[in-house]
């Protein structure tokens, strides 16, 4: 679906779902032991709520769920030659649009939520209390990624949604911008409502 609004934003968004059972997800696209060792190569590890290591066990974590529904956004700029360091600002309405809609389908069918990997929303740039070894300000918000659970984006947009993940070689921004959440539930169905 595309959001008219967000093309006065200077970019189009459109949004792929794919829905499967929880345990074929976790089989075909888990790889935990590689993803995390990305995850201990990046700056916010340790230093953010929102990124491992987590105070939790991620087996138990992502169990006890029938479904995965995956959502991929596909961020388009208007014009071509942005810098990338706009990316942070076509992506950040995007994230604000499924975070608030993936708290809302927890609220409505009791399932899990994985949000966007990176920095989080709701405290300023490198703010986290997590850096004071304060507990987190706002953990009825913040939710981890699946990226930060173990998951493999590339082949999970890729294999799954049909999107080839792009990276920016040059400076700018690549063609497109892919923001990706999911939702693990034990419903006979659920709809995102994007
Ligand atoms: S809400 Fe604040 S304290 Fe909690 S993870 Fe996000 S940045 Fe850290």
């Keep these: 679906m595309d959001h008219p ?6 970019y189009t968004a459109r949004d792929y779902t794919a829905s499967l059972p929880a345990a074929d997800f976790i089989a075909r696209f888990r790889d935990a032991e590689r993803i995390a060792g990305y995850c201990r190569a990046c700056p916010n590890y340790g230093r953010s709520w929102a990124c491992p ?22 961020i388009t700029p208007a014009r071509e030659g942005l810098p990338f ?6 992506i950040r309405p995007e994230r604000v649009r499924h975070e608030r809609l993936l708290l809302d389908m927890e609220r409505r069918y009791g399932g899990r939520a994985f949000a966007y990997a990176g920095t989080c929303l709701y405290c300023p740039a490198g703010e986290c209390a997590r850096i004071a070894g304060k507990p987190c300000r706002h953990p009825e918000w ?3 990624s699946l990226e930060a659970c173990g998951f493999d984006l590339c082949r999970t ?13 040059d400076g700018l921004l690549p063609e ?8 693990f539930h034990n419903e006979r169905t659920v709809e995102w409502e994007g």
Excluded: H, Q
């Excluded at 947009?157 to 070689?169: A, D």
């Design 5 to 10: 609004t967000a093309s006065a934003l200077d």
């Design 53 to 74: 290591p987590f105070g939790f066990d991620l087996e138990e974590y992502l169990s006890g769920y029938a479904t995965a529904l995956i959502v991929a956004t596909k």
């Design 85 to 90: 360091s706009e990316a942070g600002r076509l």
């Design 142 to 144: 913040v939710r981890p």
């Design 157 to 169: 947009t890729g294999e799954l949604l049909g999107i080839p993940l792009r990276w920016s070689g």
């Design 176 to 183: 497109y911008l892919t923001l990706v959440s999911g939702f």
